[in-house]
């Protein structure tokens, strides 16, 4: 069966299994039900090998754990599940019974218990009455005729998982931006940053879509993964633990701090100097709890407004740069020219520190959760750094609001032509040899002489201006005779219409 029909079958029957439930909730059973599939497939395969070889070692966790394979107890095999999926009751060991529910939350704790890092991670709530087991076992039989990965060598548990967040993720509305990044803003700042090698950070991580989209860059480049190590963070207890498991089913380890936690207040990697950090901040947050954190020693810039902490996080995020570090952070346009309290001023601190590499005025409607438009921020520690070329006091504007096309009424996608295009102009301007060249209406590369007239606005529009019409040869004088024409022939019509509306009206005794 193809991916996407796999997708679609599963949402279908998870549309029809949610009843009541909202869709925060119900996306736990369909996510922790992949990823019970996942590592017991993973599992099963390992298992299959040990057998064939004859030695007896296939009940021994040691084969598992040193391969990084998590260790699956009999009870919550999938096969086990999948098998007692239509049963009303099911004996599973130490004289329980119940329904698959109930067999669901014994095997989440059992795996739990057997996999120290796990714990406290899985939702264990299968077995509430409101849940309909009839369309669960259902959803079970269809998770069962999924595999790992496809003749193709495509990850295609992975890809039904990062489908389930984007489709949740809409479901929620504005809910749904917690925890999700459109996949299309995620490629577009991995692509332009680059993280191929070194500590990858994101101090606000949702799910980890811009953990996985790291190591698709990696792959896709012929990388090996292990050259990055990856570090997050994130305050929301739910998602942390969808972060968790999100790493997990693509075989990836994380450093995502004890527990989940905010991010300005209970910093977990405090000592970490990121060469890499990618993050999608909540925009404009008002209650961050700035009043208590005004002798912070990441507040190098200023002391970020209390009513605001978009200005908070981009302070954050340059004090864990490393000396040659890069961040992509995405945030609202208001950003960009904001003068309210302390913004301006930061502002300007950070450019004539000469942090900001580039910025990009994204197309609206890109967000599942929201029509407002954002901007991505590429900041640097070293912008004379020898592997690149040196842009000490320049900054590049790209205004690629144009780029994409409407997915539907209410959602915008950037094709990969459209991240290309980004990419390739913001690495012909880094790159040492690049042939980079200002294009009116598109990009412009500024120097800070020019962002002081402008007052330290970074909106790309004051500087790309507005793009060239294309020159069809045609004179202005002759432009002007035709429209001239045009316009009188219009008049005269217009004129007509009159007359008619009056005799109209006249006939039915309204005359005008």
């Known amino acids: 069966m193809a991916i996407n029909d796999i997708e679609q079958k599963l949402w279908q029957a998870a549309d029809k299994m949610r009843?009541?439930?909202?869709?925060?909730?119900?996306?736990?059973?369909?996510?922790?039900?992949?990823?019970?599939?996942?590592?017991?497939?993973?599992?099963?395969?390992?298992?299959?090998?040990?057998?064939?070889?004859?030695e007896g070692f296939e009940e021994d966790r040691e084969e598992y754990t040193s391969e990084n394979i998590f260790w699956v107890p009999e009870i919550a095999r999938f096969k086990n599940i999948k098998e007692n999926a239509k049963r009303s009751e099911i004996e599973f060991g130490s004289g329980k019974k119940g329904n698959v529910g109930n067999l669901l939350d014994e095997a989440l704790e059992h795996i739990e218990k057997e996999n120290p890092q796990l714990r406290g991670v899985l939702a264990k709530n299968y077995g509430k009455p409101d849940l309909d087991k009839g369309r669960l076992g259902e959803i079970i039989d269809l998770i069962a005729e999924i595999e790992v990965t496809n003749r193709a060598g495509e990850d295609v548990l992975g890809q039904v998982y990062e489908y389930f967040l984007g489709r949740f993720a809409s479901a929620e509305g504005k809910g749904g931006g917690e925890f999700y990044t459109p996949s299309s803003i995620v490629k577009t700042?991995?692509?332009?940053?680059?993280?191929?090698?070194?500590?990858?950070?994101?101090?606000?991580?949702?799910?980890?879509?811009?953990?996985?989209?790291?190591?698709?860059?990696?792959?896709?480049?012929q990388g090996r993964i292990n050259d990055i190590?990856?570090?997050?963070?994130?305050?929301?207890?739910?998602?942390?633990?969808?972060?968790?498991?999100n790493l997990a089913i693509r075989g990836l380890e994380g450093n995502l701090g004890s527990f989940h936690a905010d991010t300005f207040f209970s910093d977990q990697h405090k000592s970490l100097r990121a060469d890499f950090i990618l993050a999608n901040p909540p925009f404009n947050i008002s209650d961050w709890g700035g009043d208590k954190l005004t002798d912070d020693s990441r507040w190098q810039f200023g002391i970020p407004p209390v009513g605001n902490a978009n200005y908070a996080w981009l302070s954050h995020i340059i004090y864990h740069l490393s000396a040659t570090g890069m961040a992509g952070v995405v945030l609202a346009n208001g950003a960009l020219s904001s003068?309210?309290?302390?913004?301006?001023?930061?502002?300007?601190?950070?450019?004539?520190?000469?942090?900001?590499?580039?910025?990009?005025?994204?197309?609206?409607?890109?967000?599942?959760?929201?029509?407002?438009?954002?901007?991505?921020?590429?900041?640097?520690?070293?912008?004379?750094?020898?592997?690149?070329?040196?842009?000490?006091?320049?900054?590049?504007?790209?205004?690629?609001?144009?780029?994409?096309?409407m997915e539907n009424r209410n959602h915008r996608i950037l094709s990969n032509?459209?991240?290309?295009?980004?990419?390739?102009?913001?690495?012909?301007?880094?790159?040492?040899?690049?042939?980079?060249v200002d294009i009116q209406g598109f990009c412009k590369k500024a120097t800070l002489d020019e962002v002081r007239s402008h007052d330290y606005i970074l909106t790309p529009g004051r500087y790309v201006g507005i793009e060239e019409a294309e020159d069809d040869g045609v004179s202005f004088d002759e432009k002007m005779t035709t429209l001239t024409q045009e316009l009188s022939e219009m008049f005269k019509e217009s004129h007509h219409l009159e007359e008619r509306i009056r005799e109209n009206l006249k006939s039915l005794g309204y005359g005008v």
């Not at 119900?26 to 996510?31: E, F, G, Q, S, T």
């Not at 190590?229 to 498991?245: D, R």
């Not at 032509?417 to 980079?436: F, M, P, Q």
């Open 189 to 221: 700042l991995v692509e332009m940053i680059e993280p191929h090698k070194g500590r990858v950070y994101d101090p606000c991580c949702g799910s980890g879509g811009m953990f996985v989209q790291s190591e698709k860059f990696v792959e896709n480049h």
């Open 19 to 54: 009843n009541n439930m909202d869709p925060a909730e119900y996306k736990h059973i369909i996510l922790g039900l992949i990823f019970l599939k996942y590592i017991s497939d993973k599992f099963e395969a390992k298992y299959q090998e040990l057998v064939e070889e004859g």
């Open 417 to 436: 032509n459209d991240i290309e295009k980004i990419a390739s102009t913001y690495h012909a301007y880094r790159n040492s040899g690049g042939e980079y």
């Open 339 to 405: 003068n309210t309290s302390s913004e301006g001023a930061i502002r300007k601190a950070m450019i004539e520190e000469d942090r900001v590499d580039a910025i990009v005025a994204m197309p609206d409607k890109l967000f599942l959760n929201t029509g407002i438009p954002c901007s991505l921020w590429i900041l640097s520690r070293d912008k004379a750094n020898p592997k690149h070329r040196s842009r000490k006091g320049e900054i590049l504007f790209i205004d690629a609001r144009s780029l994409g096309e």
């Open 229 to 245: 190590s990856l570090w997050g963070q994130e305050s929301n207890p739910t998602t942390w633990k969808l972060c968790k498991m």
